[in-house]
């Protein structure tokens, strides 16, 4: 028996991509970021509907990820990689042809030298400090970068979820600067980005977590949701204690659900003690340490024994269950393991 079932919505996913499109208006191109398995979604059935809703354009982060993606959805789309041309990379980004999306002048250097009729792109660093071109390095190599006519360019924003971020509007004005002029598509806005209006949106938005039902897009329909089964059922006398450490202690006496999920499965410690668990609309508190695969919870208050609870769903969203651990819906998503059945509503035919 897998640990829980992991229910995702490619409805809902595709409903979020053509949200996020007519955002972007008609003269900008939505793509899709679907690197670390399209947010530990699953590739192969994310990718497959998103082209099915029209999506032309991928961003993955490493080539051998551009790999899995171009043997899922054929020569059609095209296929960016963040990572760009790295020191392995070069066969498998000419046999998947994908677009390197080149990060620094070593990288320029081994992509012109292995592989000069490749098509790539190139990364520019407005102020996030993490990849790309700086600005001297820029003006440095445009003219020779700019005669092998790059496909994109492209920076990302750094502070892009919180919008009245002065960084915002200092990266855009980099970006104009290092970029104006020059007549080949430019790209700077993922999700945040996409959102913070159309002076951001250029030629291309690329929105990865928006997708996937994550903030800062608080208008996405949510994507995932999470059932855990009961594994047994008990009561604790008062004075008892449950799970490691004998954390919790009975009040009162107490009826204990233990349910199938723990930390392997990308539900940290750190959600107890504020953790809850849903019996269809009721909320049970988890009490005692979450295991590595077994996660205790009061039911006392229920009229019967449920055989699943529900992490993620209606009541919980991504978002909320990162907060009460202590991070991001980003983080959540793409830890949540792989003993989970997955189950997909919809799908690309
Ligand atoms: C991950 C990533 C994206 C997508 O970001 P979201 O916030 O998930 O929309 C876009 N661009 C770059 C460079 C990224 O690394």
Known sequence: MPTGTLHIDLEAVAANWRALDRLSGVSCETAAVVK???????????????????????FVATADEGLALRR???????????YGHM??????????????????IEQITRHFETLPNHPFGLQLDTG??????????WEAVAELVLAAD???LMSHLASSDIPDSDQNARQLAAFHYMTDGLDIPRSLAATGGTLLG???????????????????????????????????????????TVGYAASWTAKAPTRVATVAGGYADGLPRSLQPDMFL??????????????????????????????HMSVLGPHHNVDELAQACGTIGYEMLTSLGHRYQRRYRGSAI
């Open 87 to 104: 020191a392995d990379d070069t066969p498998t980004l000419h046999r998947a042809d994908v677009v390197p999306m080149l990060t620094s």
């Open 150 to 152: 790059p496909v994109l």
């Open 36 to 58: 670390a398995d399209a947010y530990g979604l699953g590739l192969g059935q994310v990718a497959p509907r998103l082209i099915a809703e029209g999506v032309r354009a991928f």
């Open 128 to 137: 996030m400090n993490r990849l790309g071109l700086k600005q001297p390095e």
């Open 198 to 240: 159309p002076e951001y949106h250029f030629d291309m938005v690329r929105p990865g977590i928006g997708l996937y039902g994550g903030l800062p897009f608080a208008k996405a329909e949510p994507v995932v949701s999470l059932d855990l089964p009961v594994v047994a059922c008990f009561d604790v006398e008062p004075g008892e």
């Open 278 to 307: 849903m019996a269809g609309p009721v909320a049970c508190a988890a009490i005692g340490r979450i295991s590595m695969d077994l996660i205790t919870v009061d039911i006392s208050h229920l009229d019967r024994d449920p055989t």
């Open 72 to 82: 899922t959805l054929g020569p059609e789309p095209r296929i960016y990689a963040f």
